[in-house]
């Protein structure tokens, strides 16, 4: 009898062993489940505040989680910079940044007082005008100096809107100098056709470079090495061949007649052609630029002035 006992008290013991094992291998499959989950992005919104009753815990923080989740959280000072906390001692419109976890976001607190405002304006990240006034004014338009590879746009608001300098202001204002980046047209020709035509940033090199395929002929490139080439003006650049011969074909047409043909180097320029001279014609140009190489056949049209 005891033995049965004991048999019954061992599997008893043998099954809470199982049980025990097989909880924790859940708890640790669920842990590593909650491992996968790691922030992608935080998100604040602007916030208002009045001038000496500054709550930063009112600041709500959305964080985004990788499988799409969300928790919103409140601020603390600790995310914040210390100068960007002293900022918020001052009245006017002021951007922080929000660091969580490594992931950080800008935003801007406007601190109001109501006999007291203030005046920001930023250029290319620079203090232009911090000033803090009682009365209301109108603003005078700074000058704004050129920016390599930039176009000036206007002055907008924190709330990126173009702002009105016809207008008077009384409350805190706060302007940046928007600026778009230049684009360069990079213009691909074989020869007279046009193959394509790229949009490029200015000073950022091509990504993607066409290149040609024509019977008998082997391309070479383009008459510009465009590999890391930063572009910061529009370029036209004309394919480049070999062929068997090594040379070239260029026929001068003068009113719908054959003129001049001459065959030369492939990639070298066309030279000692004479204008025609035709009777109550007066020569202008050829319609392709001679100084230019030629690295394919080509026919060249006279031009007459009307």
């Keep these: 009898m005891n033995n ?7 599997n008893n013991l043998k099954n809470i062993i ?9 708890f640790s499959f669920v842990a590593c489940k909650n491992d996968d989950k790691y922030i992608t992005s935080i998100q604040a919104s ?27 959280i409140n601020c ?6 210390s100068s960007d906390l002293n ?7 002021h951007k922080v940044t929000i660091n969580y976890n490594d992931f950080t976001t800008d935003i801007f607190v406007n601190i109001i007082k109501d006999d007291l405002y203030n005046v920001t304006i930023i250029i290319d990240d620079e203090v232009y005008l911090c000033e803090d006034y009682e009365n209301s004014i109108m603003l005078t338009e700074p000058d704004v100096k050129e920016k390599e590879g930039y176009n000036f746009i206007a002055f907008y608001t924190y709330e990126n809107k173009p702002f009105d300098f016809s207008q008077e202001i009384s409350s805190n204002t706060y302007l940046y100098a928007f600026y778009e980046q230049k684009m360069c047209k990079v213009k691909f020709m074989d020869g007279e056709e046009c193959i ?12 993607n470079i066409p290149e040609v395929v024509k019977d008998g002929y082997i391309f070479m490139g383009w008459s510009i090495e465009l590999n ?6 529009d370029l036209i650049v004309y394919a480049k061949y070999n ?12 009113l719908g007649e054959v003129y001049q043909e001459i065959d030369i180097d492939y990639g070298s320029y066309i030279k000692n052609i004479n204008p025609p001279e035709i009777m109550d014609k007066e020569f202008v140009s050829w319609d392709k630029n001679l100084n230019e190489p030629i690295f394919s056949d080509v026919v060249i049209n006279a031009v007459f002035k009307d």
Excluded: Q, R, W
Aim: no cysteine; hydrophobic share 40%.
């Design 87 to 93: 900022s918020l001692k001052n009245v006017g419109i």
């Design 46 to 72: 602007n916030i208002d505040f009045t001038y000496g009753d500054v709550d930063i815990t009112k600041l709500k923080i959305n964080i985004t989680y990788s499988d799409n989740s969300h928790e919103v």
């Design 196 to 207: 394509t035509i790229i949009d490029v940033a200015y000073g950022e090199a091509l990504s």
């Design 4 to 10: 049965l006992n004991n048999l019954n008290n061992l």
């Design 76 to 81: 603390k000072k600790e995310y914040l910079k």
């Design 18 to 26: 199982f049980l025990f094992i097989f909880l924790l291998s859940l």
């Design 228 to 233: 890391n080439y930063p572009v910061k003006e």
């Design 243 to 254: 062929n068997t011969s090594g040379m070239v074909h260029v026929t001068f047409m003068v």
